[in-house]
């Protein structure tokens, strides 16, 4: 009997100890998220209010695509930049003066490399460059960044949504090279 309490007693207060603490650490953790849910919330509205709206809604639609095409590029991930180049073409067709973006964009669909895909990228960004320069933007702000190294130090520039630079010419390699040189408002 005292060998059954010896084993019994030291497990019972190892599993009351847990109990309790797991309990007290649940509490902890549920508040920190709701706090954490709550900041994530914040923040994303923060995001949304600062979202860049351009003033034409089909080159605003393009230019979605386009984000997603450059974050694809940057992630030197070239599916995801085809099926995003996919929709920029098809959504470009719909644009007066969008030829050269959607014939760049079924460069980057047809491309069997990331560098080729990244080649056509240039001309797609900066037609869209020019595209959105002319149509204007109804709110928020987006930025022109440069990378002087890509192609052989010919350089090679893109828009972003964010002053942050994270370069879709050398992606993991180079994910931080380049500057904003223009702001488009």
Not at 77 to 91: F, L, T, W, Y
Not at 98 to 111: F, G, P, V
Not at 131 to 141: Q, R, T, V, Y
Request: with cysteine.
């Amino acid at each position: 009997m005292q060998h059954l309490l010896k084993t019994v007693i030291p497990f019972a207060a190892a599993l009351i100890i847990s109990s309790c603490g797991g309990n007290s650490s649940s509490e902890n953790k549920a508040g920190t998220t709701d706090s954490h849910d709550h900041a994530a919330t914040e923040q994303m509205q923060s995001t949304a209010s600062s979202t860049p709206v351009l003033k034409n809604d089909k080159l605003n639609a393009v230019y979605q695509h386009y984000i997603h095409l450059t974050t694809a590029l940057t992630n030197d991930d070239m599916a995801e930049a085809k099926v995003a180049a996919n929709a920029i073409e098809a959504g470009a067709k719909d644009i007066d003066g969008a030829n050269t973006i959607a014939s760049a964009a079924s460069k980057i669909t047809a491309a069997s490399g990331i560098e080729a895909q990244r080649a056509a990228y240039e001309t797609l960004s900066n037609n869209m460059t020019a595209l959105i320069k002319k149509e204007g933007l109804s709110s928020g702000e987006l930025y022109v960044a440069h990378c002087p190294m890509a192609f052989n130090d010919k350089g090679a520039s893109w828009i972003s949504g964010s002053k942050e630079i994270r370069n879709p010419y050398f992606g993991e390699k180079m994910l931080g090279c380049g500057e904003v040189q223009e702001t488009i408002k």
